[in-house]
């Protein structure tokens, strides 16, 4: 799970149309990552995103975590 700390902030300083293009830039990132790996990605919430991994192990996820991170 994935929740995106002070995203009021950024809706408040930069408006909503620049908040909402923020968030499907993120969301189109975990898409490519969660096909890449075989997984699935959700939006939970307003600014929460889920990527669900079947058949991989901790240090796979992990792993795949560190490439987002770095992206």
Request: aromatic share 14%; net charge negative; proline share 0%.
């Amino acid at each position: 799970m994935l929740d995106l700390d002070n995203f009021k902030a950024l809706n408040d300083t930069y408006g909503h149309l620049y908040g909402d293009q923020w968030l499907k830039n993120i969301a189109s990132v975990l898409i490519d990552v969660s096909r890449k790996y075989e997984g699935t990605s959700y939006r939970y919430g307003g600014e929460e995103f889920v990527i669900l991994f079947a058949n991989k192990t901790s240090e796979e996820v992990y792993a795949i975590l560190e490439e987002i991170a770095l992206d």
